[in-house]
């Protein structure tokens, strides 16, 4: 949930600041300004924590909404970090189905790939994650499954400018790298209970290539497109993971409001601010030291087309 979803939730369930101040065990001055907007990078904890209390209640499987026990009573179901997947219909895979697909509601601690060790979301490991079929995109974030929806145009429009013109100024930017896209698998802290898919991430450590054909370690930059599906976790739980494991440059690309988020790790080791670029701007790269940047503005006329604008 970003911070509006969060607004409007809490005006659904009817909830003041001070409600939510003593169901999340926060300050009550902290929750005012992040929920007001006034903090613009709340810690991922305080976001962790208003996300318990505002989380949407899931749907049964006869279609009504679960019944909370009491109005103050915090949501126990949605999409938690502590690794629960949100219980709604997502699509299972059996073998021996006509085309592998088969339709499945889990329970919110169940996974929805009946392939996997019945393990709760939270314990899975890379070695349960292989057990599902190629075309089965997933992440493993601290042993939790996500499943990856199918990307849009206007995802797939900026991962190939993006890409196309980070490999265009490599050489540019003085450094001996290589720009990689999803689906690549990054062990990004090196255990097996962490194996990202970022949309695009450069290597300059060739050492982090292994023989098996994936990435260990944190590259040095790597970039995320939000999609609806993906939204929170881009910039919420992914911005706290990249940072902890060592990334040093972080993009956000948002196709909706024209606009890139950036997180400078080497400038700021706490994590907590970002510069705010427009599809017009020209955005450093840090990890070149000034020596290039990239632009957005051709894809940003490719989507104004597209979207009649």
Same mark, same amino acid.
Request: glycine share 8%; proline share 7%.
């Given at each position: 949930?970003?911070?509006?979803?969060?607004?409007?939730?809490?005006?659904?369930?009817?909830?003041?600041?001070?409600?939510?101040?003593?169901? =999340?065990?926060?300050?009550?001055?902290?929750?005012?300004?992040?929920?007001?907007?006034? *903090?613009?990078?709340?810690?991922?904890?305080?976001?962790? =924590?208003?996300?318990?209390?505002?989380?949407?209640? +899931?749907?049964?499987?006869?279609? *009504?909404?679960?019944?909370?026990?009491? #109005?103050?009573?915090?949501?126990?179901?949605?999409?938690?970090?502590?690794?629960?997947?949100? =219980?709604?219909?997502?699509?299972? @895979?059996?073998?021996?189905?006509?085309?592998?697909?088969?339709?499945?509601?889990?329970?919110?601690?169940?996974?929805?790939?009946?392939?996997?060790?019945?393990?709760?979301?939270?314990? @899975?490991?890379?070695? $349960?994650?292989?057990?599902? +079929?190629?075309?089965?995109?997933?992440?493993?974030?601290?042993?939790?499954?996500?499943?990856?929806?199918?990307?849009?145009?206007?995802?797939?429009?900026?991962?190939?400018?993006?890409?196309?013109?980070?490999?265009?100024?490599?050489?540019?930017?003085?450094?001996?790298?290589?720009?990689?896209?999803?689906?690549?698998?990054?062990?990004?802290?090196?255990?097996?209970?962490?194996?990202?898919? +970022?949309?695009?991430?450069?290597?300059? $450590?060739?050492?982090?290539?292994?023989?098996?054909?994936?990435?260990?370690?944190?590259?040095?930059?790597?970039?995320?497109?939000?999609?609806?599906?993906?939204?929170?976790?881009?910039?919420?739980?992914?911005?706290?993971?990249?940072?902890?494991?060592?990334?040093?440059? @972080?993009?956000?690309?948002?196709?909706?409001?024209?606009?890139?988020?950036?997180?400078?790790?080497?400038?700021?080791?706490?994590? *907590?601010?970002?510069?705010? @670029?427009?599809? *017009?701007?020209?955005?450093?790269?840090?990890? #070149?030291?000034?020596?290039? #940047?990239?632009?957005?503005?051709? =894809?940003?006329?490719?989507?104004?087309?597209?979207?009649?604008?």
């Amino acid at each position: 949930m970003d911070i509006q979803e969060m607004q409007t939730r809490r005006k659904e369930l009817g909830y003041t600041y001070r409600m939510i101040s003593e169901l =999340a065990d926060l300050p009550l001055p902290t929750v005012q300004k992040v929920l007001g907007g006034f *903090t613009k990078s709340p810690r991922y904890e305080t976001i962790k =924590a208003l996300e318990k209390v505002l989380a949407p209640v +899931p749907s049964q499987r006869d279609g *009504t909404q679960m019944e909370k026990k009491d #109005s103050l009573s915090p949501p126990t179901y949605g999409p938690l970090y502590s690794g629960i997947i949100t =219980a709604e219909p997502q699509t299972a @895979y059996r073998t021996g189905d006509r085309g592998g697909r088969a339709r499945n509601v889990p329970g919110p601690n169940q996974s929805c790939y009946p392939l996997l060790p019945q393990k709760r979301q939270g314990e @899975y490991t890379a070695a $349960d994650r292989e057990s599902l +079929p190629e075309e089965v995109h997933t992440e493993l974030i601290d042993g939790v499954i996500y499943d990856m929806a199918s990307p849009k145009y206007a995802h797939q429009i900026l991962v190939t400018e993006l890409l196309t013109r980070i490999n265009s100024q490599i050489e540019k930017c003085g450094r001996d790298c290589l720009a990689f896209s999803a689906p690549s698998d990054v062990w990004l802290t090196g255990d097996d209970r962490n194996v990202f898919r +970022p949309d695009i991430f450069v290597v300059c $450590d060739y050492g982090m290539l292994g023989e098996e054909g994936y990435v260990t370690g944190a590259p040095p930059f790597i970039i995320e497109v939000l999609s609806p599906s993906t939204r929170s976790r881009d910039l919420l739980l992914k911005a706290f993971k990249y940072h902890e494991a060592g990334v040093r440059e @972080y993009w956000i690309v948002d196709p909706d409001e024209y606009r890139i988020l950036v997180y400078n790790y080497d400038r700021d080791p706490d994590g *907590t601010v970002n510069m705010v @670029y427009s599809f *017009t701007e020209d955005v450093p790269v840090g990890i #070149s030291d000034g020596k290039c #940047s990239i632009n957005l503005q051709r =894809a940003k006329k490719i989507l104004d087309r597209i979207r009649g604008l």
